[in-house]
Every structure is written in C-alpha cells, then in structure tokens.
C-alpha cells in the first residue's frame, strides 16, 4: 500500500552518472601510475568494459580497458592499474559498511565490515612490499602486478587519492539508488541501513561464479537484508539494481561503441 514506484524512475536515471564517474576514477587511476591518455580513450575504455558487464562474472569486463588504451603502455602496468582501481573501491565500501553498521549497531556487521577491512590493509602492507625484478614466468608476472597494484596505496596515495574521491562517489551514488528502490517498494528502511549491508552484498558479487553476479546478488540481498526487509521486497530491488549495473551500463556502452567506433 506504501509503493510509490515513480522512485524507480530517478534510481534508473542516476545510471546515466556512472560512466562520467568511472570515466574520471580511472584517469586519476591512471595518473597514479605516470600514464597519461588522452579522456575520450579513457571514455572509450570504460564504454567497452561496460559493454561486458551483462556477460562478465565479478567485472572481470574491466580488464578489457587494457587493450584499448593504445600500444605504447605495457599491459602489465594497465593490469596493475585495474586492479589497483578495485582495491580502491573495495576500500571505499568497507568503510561505508563500517560506518553503516556502527549506526544502526550491528554487531555482525560491525564484525564482517571491520575484519574484512583490516584483513584488506594488511594485505596492501605484505603484498606491495613484495619485490619482484625477474618477469621471466606468469607466476612472477602475476606477482609482480599484484604487487604494484597494491604499492601504489603505499607510495603514490596521494595521487591516489583523487581516484579514492570518484570511487566513494559511484558507491554512495548506488547506495542512494538502493534506498530509491526500496522507497518504491513501500520500505522505508534507514540510508544507514543500506550503508552498512549494501557493501557487503557488492563483495559477495565480486566472487567471479555466473555472468553478471545473477543469482549470486540476489541470494546475498535476501540473505543479508533478511533481518529489515521481507525477501520478495529484497529479490525486486535486487534486480532493480542488476538492470541499472548490468543491463542498463551494457546497453550505454553498446550504444557508444556503435555510434563512436
């Protein structure tokens, strides 16, 4: 009886932002490790990456931006940066589930947001100490990019930081659709509320198991939102969210791709 879905319309427009945000997120991303681009490559990655995201488990389209930022930057600095990039946003969202869940004082999700958090920043410190000269094996490769991703929140932080900026903007920007929808829904739940829960449900999705994180976002809605919102209401605005992420950042980046080839 409390539905309202004319809040539907404004959570689905808000998408339109998202390109613009990762767009700038992924420049500084970039400054942050001495690699200049031109915006409309870095506009044209991000649109390619977005392209994927309805076939792609966990964004893993991201690491398409690679191969489009031109020949002369090694691919390997590129995938250092996309991974540096994530543990930025991963970050952003523990801290916003810290902040969430002292609110409304929830001590699992206190736990959860808190341990996962610390876990987070000790692995930056071991990780991004790790010194790794000798490229000549993928086992070494793959070492050697973890650990500059993850240097670069040691050393450059302060280029990083900027990236850190549009990072906490696209999620609270999500955080807000998720409160849009659940108001559309007729469920006046507290933006603390999503503050602390909705991260969490983002790591689940970051598992790479099906195209897109179907069913796996879902599961992880109903599960944690259980103890505030019934689970038919979790399912909808669920998949609300899968169409403005997936479907709707897929349909942008399709759009772009055939118009501005």
């Known amino acids: 009886n409390n539905s309202n879905y004319n809040f539907l319309i404004p959570g689905f427009v808000l998408t339109i932002f998202w390109p613009l945000i990762a767009s700038q997120r992924w420049s500084y991303t970039l400054r942050g490790f001495d690699l200049k681009v031109s915006y409309l490559r870095i506009l044209r990655s991000i649109m390619i990456s977005f392209s994927t995201n309805i076939f792609a488990p966990a964004k893993l389209g ?102 850190l900026v549009f990072s906490l903007l696209i999620w609270f920007l999500a955080c807000f659709q998720i409160y849009l929808f659940f108001y559309a829904f007729g469920i006046n739940i507290s933006f603390f509320t999503i503050l602390a829960i909705f991260p969490l449900t983002v790591l689940v999705t970051l598992i790479p198991i099906t195209p897109g994180g179907v069913g796996v976002r879902e599961a992880s809605f109903m599960i944690l939102f259980n103890p505030y919102v019934d689970l038919h209401t979790s399912i909808a605005v669920s998949l609300c969210y899968y169409i403005c992420t997936t479907c709707i950042t897929s349909g942008i980046g399709a759009i772009y791709i055939f118009f501005f080839k």
């Open 62 to 163: 991201d690491f398409l931006k690679m191969f489009v930022m031109g020949k002369k930057l090694k691919k390997i600095d590129l995938a250092s940066a996309v991974i540096s990039e994530r543990i930025g946003d991963l970050i952003v969202l523990l801290i916003l589930s810290i902040i969430g869940s002292m609110y409304i004082q929830n001590l699992l999700y206190i736990f959860l947001s808190t341990f996962s958090f610390l876990s987070l920043i000790l692995s930056i410190f071991l990780i991004g100490n790790i010194a790794i000269t000798n490229l000549n094996s993928n086992f070494k490769k793959i070492i050697y990019v973890a650990s500059k991703s993850t240097n670069s929140w040691l050393i450059n932080f302060s280029k990083m930081k900027k990236a």
